[in-house]
């Protein structure tokens, strides 16, 4: 309580702030509902939540665990081999700064489903951060860890999993932050678009209706959602790299 008291007095302030301006009619009463109404949304839809909630972690998880694969295998590869490195590093990030959702209308209309379209356009938004990072923690290891490694002749998969990925950890978690929040971003954009199912959609769907008792529920519910995972990650982060806090 005492290190998050502020946070917590902030968001009690938001919430009051809240409060006070919709039942005084200093908004918009249509498109600010009040706070009871949005509180019985969640008692009324709280199992469409949940299957909303289970959709969107059923096109996330496999999006982020495919763009972790090809971030960590790319970026360990190039990260090894300077002229590699050198070659194609400017192809990688020419391809970067495309943003995935100029892609959108190829996806959709190529891809044989529009789950499809949907996980390549999150991967193709979620690999880049990661991919980067794992390029810089691999240049930037401390070159006696590799020379150690090579006198104890670990070689492949355990000189990768022994030596690489820890030393290189710090870096690649600084970068898989940022895709995971990329990942939500394209994860709402591609259910807003023409899923039907998932989080996104389900505040799209609501707010297509007016129905902004249940856009507001469904909006903090995914906030609430998104936040709880950022802080599942960070303790984990915390926990995988635990060696390099003093």
């Known amino acids: 309580m005492k290190k998050y008291f502020i946070t917590i007095s902030i968001f009690i302030g938001i919430i009051v702030f809240y409060i006070y301006v ?10 600010f509902p009040n706070a009871d109404d ?8 709280k199992g469409t939540m949940l299957l909303n909630m289970a959709a969107s972690f059923k ?28 070659a194609l590093h400017p192809v990688i990030y ?30 193709y938004s979620t690999v880049w951060s990661t991919l980067f990072a794992t390029i810089t923690g691999i240049m930037t290891i401390d070159k ?9 002749e670990l070689k492949g998969l355990k000189r990768f999993v022994k030596v690489i ?9 600084a970068g898989f932050v940022n895709s995971l929040r990329n990942t939500f971003v394209m994860l709402v954009y591609a259910e807003m678009t023409g899923a039907q199912y998932g989080m996104g959609f389900y505040v799209k769907k609501y707010s297509s ?28 982060k915390k926990r995988l790299l635990k060696w390099t806090i003093d």
Do not use: C, H
């Not at 919709?22 to 498109?31: E, S, V």
């Not at 943003?99 to 999150?122: E, G, V």
């Open 22 to 31: 919709t039942k005084n009619g200093f908004a918009n009463p249509y498109l």
């Open 38 to 45: 949005i509180l019985k949304v969640f008692a009324e839809d």
């Open 59 to 86: 096109l996330m998880v496999p999006a982020v665990g495919i763009s972790l694969l090809l971030a960590l295998g790319i970026g360990t590869v190039l990260g090894l081999n300077e002229k590699l490195r050198e």
């Open 94 to 123: 020419t391809f970067s700064v495309i943003p995935s959702i100029l892609l959108s209308p190829f996806a959709l209309l190529l891809a044989p489903t529009f789950w499809t379209a949907s996980l390549f356009l999150i991967v």
């Open 144 to 152: 006696r860890y590799l020379d150690k490694a090579a006198t104890l």
């Open 165 to 173: 990925l820890p030393a290189a950890s710090p870096a690649i978690l």
């Open 209 to 236: 209706f007016g129905l902004y008792d249940k856009t507001w529920a469904g909006f903090i519910f995914m906030v609430v959602v998104l936040v709880v995972v950022m802080q599942l990650f960070e303790m984990l």
